[in-house]
């Protein structure tokens, strides 16, 4: 069993912006593949980016891409979500993810946190 908990969301103006935590504990995190996911209210949750286990590898939504950087520190059990120029269309609560694929189907991932709210004002 893996525990995620997020943090670092909060209130930002257009154009700011924040960097969210995901501290994880359990056997193995270090050989999980994490994501983050975003869910604004009355909407689909949706993906946001996501890192391969050792880091090589990472993906993005086209919605996110330039703007937002994930990365991980396997030391700490901690991945990040690194978030620039952020839009109104960016709040939403954010969910830290823990898989063993590459992807970007909530499916993926078997278990998540409770969330962080990210809330960009106009």
């Known amino acids: 069993q893996v525990q995620l908990v997020e943090s670092g969301g909060g209130l930002v103006q257009a154009g700011g912006s924040l960097r969210l935590s995901c501290a994880g504990s359990?056997?193995?995190?270090?050989?999980?593949?994490m994501g983050w996911f975003r869910q604004a209210p009355g909407k689909e949750r949706e993906f946001v980016a996501a890192?391969?286990?050792?880091?090589?590898?990472?993906r993005y939504a086209d919605s996110v891409k330039g703007r937002f950087t994930i990365s991980r520190d396997n030391v700490k059990n901690t991945v990040y979500l690194q978030m620039n120029s952020l839009k109104p269309e960016d709040t939403a609560v954010y969910y830290c993810a823990a898989g063993y694929v590459l992807g970007s189907a909530g499916n993926n991932y078997g278990y998540w946190g409770q969330g962080t709210q990210v809330t960009v004002s106009s």
């Open positions: 890192i391969a286990w050792r880091g090589a590898s990472t």
């Open positions: 359990g056997r193995a995190f270090r050989s999980y593949t």
